[in-house]
């Protein structure tokens, strides 16, 4: 073989060293692009066929369930999930688009939140309790905007363009809301604590809201201030069901009339440096709007808002602040 025939076959080695360099980074190419694909294919038939969500970490679980048309959760003694937290849920779920493949080697999972001490394992269940999705949510990246996530049943990762992340604490998952009534809604107030002569406050001539009794003592304008408009934005930060409150007393008692012939009774309970607040109302007006668990962030003093979640046999912890307004220090008159 002389040295132009060997020129002439390294010349067609190298071709096709380069074609076949050329197909394999194209395949690579197709592959990644192939996955840039929706992570929900039939989003509005899985939304339309799921009953149960059940999210799993290695310390809690939390099961949502949609009964009677409600989202409520099941592993928390049926408590409303919050609606605006699930509709957050449910359309980053459908825009969700896989954008790049990491990696498949389960000790390097960590490293995007996938092992099984840090991941968040997400169940989408129908009705009959079968599968229609199932996949390990793990870390946001907030420089790249996206999640990590990876299937159950295999080990390949990916990077999904959406914030997928969330929690399997039941709390995260609450509907919050409460009350929201205006001071101008107030009429008349009356305060019991142990030990202590009852505070009540009432409507003067003037329409107004006076101290009535204890008589010989004052109250400050801004404390009363506080008193009045306490009902506003009150919203939940757990519960505990009112059978656990069996052996405990309140540590207050307290109870609202209201300019529409309504009342409010509240009782305030102390459980390990917490407040815990219940509600009964009495005499709502029959015209009354459909309560809904959503209330408004108003202030303009005459909101009258009860969300559904109230009305609830439960004891909510609320902020101490709620408790504090009512304790009241009285002044002497001089």
Do not use: C
């Amino acid at each position: 073989m002389n040295l132009k025939d060997l020129k002439t076959l390294s010349g067609i080695a190298i071709a096709f060293l380069l074609i076949s360099l050329f197909v394999f980074f194209n395949s690579l190419s197709g592959l990644k692009i192939a996955k840039q694909e929706i992570l929900v294919k039939d989003f509005d038939q899985l939304l339309t066929d799921l009953s149960t969500i059940k999210l799993t970490s290695q310390n809690f679980q939390t099961v949502i369930e949609k009964k009677n048309s409600q989202w409520i959760l099941t592993s928390h003694d049926n408590f409303p999930a919050n609606a605006e937290i699930l509709r957050k849920f449910f359309y980053n779920l459908r825009e969700a688009r896989i954008i790049d493949l990491k990696t498949s080697k389960k000790n390097l999972h960590y490293k995007l939140g996938l092992s099984e001490e840090s991941r968040i394992r997400i169940d989408l269940n129908n009705k009959e309790g079968v599968s229609i999705e199932s996949f390990d949510l793990g870390v946001f990246n907030y420089l790249v905007g996206g999640t990590y996530m990876k299937n159950l049943d295999e080990d390949q990762s990916y990077l999904v363009s959406a914030n997928l992340g969330t929690d399997a604490e039941g709390f995260h998952w609450m509907s919050p809301y409460l009350i929201n009534i205006g001071p101008d809604q107030v009429k008349k107030i009356s305060i019991m604590r142990p030990f202590k002569k009852p505070i009540i406050l009432d409507q003067g001539d003037n329409e107004l809201l006076q101290l009535i009794s204890p008589s010989e003592k004052i109250i400050d304008e801004y404390a009363l201030n506080d008193v009045v408009g306490n009902l506003q934005s009150i919203e939940s930060e757990g519960y505990i069901l009112r059978k656990d409150l069996n052996s405990k007393s309140p540590i207050l008692k307290t109870e609202y009339e209201f300019s529409n012939n309504s009342s409010l009774k509240l009782e305030f309970f102390e459980i390990d440096s917490e407040i815990f607040m219940t509600l009964d109302f009495a005499n709502l007006p029959s015209n009354f709007p459909p309560f809904e668990k959503r209330i408004s962030d108003s202030f303009e003093g005459n909101q009258f808002e009860i969300s559904s979640n109230a009305l609830l046999q439960f004891a909510f912890q609320v902020n101490k602040m709620n408790y504090d307004n009512l304790n009241l220090d009285l002044e002497d008159i001089n």
